[in-house]
């Protein structure tokens, strides 16, 4: 078996048996992988980490070969994020982002730029660094990019003719219809150049950068419709208003300290 040492982002964690975890992590350099750490909670002085969601772990593991689920042997936190939980807005932000990158990223692909987009993420919501929904805008697009998932901007994806900065949104057919194609998604709506324009931009930027407010809520529409027809499962982070409080509460809440 061989042994690797990465940066790692926690994205999910839940129990193993008795005394274990299973953890799900973005690396710097093996991409997102998922391991067991074994006696976490039995014995946690044993590790320098609890592995919490939305942490920053060193780890080691261990590359079984024969399966998905690696041997974690030892993990040290380098930082608690623990800013993420001052306020719901921020909480909300940090959580969507990783949960879009869990839903995107596959595993055991070597994703370094996706690693570093969350990263700087959450470390600019930890340190108020911008606007929460300009920065998760900037995420959703880029990620989506980065990983090959983004929506057809260019291209009509009835007939696949060139659409030129201006055509028919359609989250249920991934992207831009033209005029001909509308039969596909009666329901598609008009979208000009300036969101276009942005859209593009966004992808091709790797940091954040001021969005007009004005632009930001049919943005954040159409990017929430896209992702709800064209990921497998449903984000929990865009559920209905109140079913996602009780969820980020909660997420926010494992977060805490431990006594």
Known sequence: MAIHTADAIVLRRYPYRETSVIVTCLTDRYGKVKGLVKGLMAQPNRHRSAME??????????DTRTSQL?????????SPMAQLTKDLETMRSAAF?????????PLEEPQPAAYHLLKDALERLALDGGEPAALRAHFTVRLLHLAGFQPQLDRCTGCHTMVHRE??????????????CLHEDPRAEPVGSVLLGVL?????SAQPMPLDPQILPALQRRL??????????PLKTLQAPGSRLKAE????SSLQPRA
């Not at 055509?167 to 001909?180: D, E, V």
Request: glycine fraction near 6%; charged fraction near 15%; hydrophobic fraction near 45%.
């Open 53 to 62: 969601p939305l942490t920053v772990n060193r780890i080691v593991f261990y």
């Open 70 to 78: 690696h041997l974690v042997s030892q993990c040290e936190l380098l």
């Open 97 to 105: 982002c990783v949960e879009l990158t869990d839903a995107v990223v």
């Open 167 to 180: 055509g028919y949104w359609s989250a249920s057919q991934g992207g831009l219809l033209c005029a001909g």
């Open 200 to 204: 593009e931009t966004l992808a091709e």
């Open 224 to 233: 929430d419709e896209f992702l709800h027809w064209r990921l497998d499962h």
């Open 249 to 252: 509460t909660a997420s926010a």
